[in-house]
């Protein structure tokens, strides 16, 4: 398997505009996760999806962030408008029951 | 408050000289303790799961260890490949990590 894949690597936008990242989970698993990780505050859950329903948000900052699984082989994460504090770098994991977590590269967000 | 904490924040090491690093968690109900290795620009690498104080795990030059108030990840004769940082996550419930801040490794040749 090719792992957790996710796209694009590195996204720069301005702000206000709207960001789309994008994630493929590996195949059999039924658990999926965004993070988001700074420097200041370290690997952070944002939300949490099991067969592919939103089951915890709570983490997801405010209302300019969104995430939906249509499926289980695809997720996105979109923020809009962007700012330049949403700017970190984003990994999407997934797994297996209540197993270990893998995680994809990670999109690098630069809002400028 | 559900928290884990990793110390030292950065260890230089000798190629070969031993060392251990440090996750004190207060979690709940822990359901796991996860340790992770991650690499410049990519993502985490799963290494560990432990259950239950007085497991250990081995992997290479790598031992994990936990008790009932922390793990302790000991390298073994490093080499400058096992430069990394390295987290340590407490799981509670089902499914929630909780991350430290990590422990950032330089071995030197």
Known sequence: ???????????????????????????????????????????????????????????????????????????????????????????????????EAFFGQGTRLTVV | EDQVTQSPEALRLQEGESS????????????????????????PEFLFTLYSAGEEKEKERLKATLTKKESFLHITAPKPEDSATYLCAAKYGDYKLSFGAGTTVTVRA
Request: one cysteine or more.
């Open chain 2, 20 to 43: 251990s690093l440090n996750c004190s968690y207060t979690v709940s109900g822990l359901r796991g303790l996860f340790w992770y290795r991650q690499d410049p620009g990519k993502g």
């Open chain 1, 1 to 99: 398997d090719a792992g957790v894949i996710q796209s694009p690597r590195h996204e720069v936008t301005e702000m206000g505009q709207e960001v789309t990242l994008r994630c493929k989970p590996i195949s059999g698993h039924n658990s999926l996760f965004w993070y988001r990780q700074t420097m200041m505050r370290g690997l952070e859950l944002l939300i949490y999806f099991n067969n592919n329903v939103p089951i915890d948000d709570s983490g997801m900052p405010e209302d300019r962030f969104s995430a939906k699984m249509p499926n289980a082989s695809f997720s996105t994460l979109k923020i809009q408008p962007s700012e330049p504090r949403d700017s970190a770098v984003y990994f999407c994991a997934s797994s297996h029951l209540s197993g």
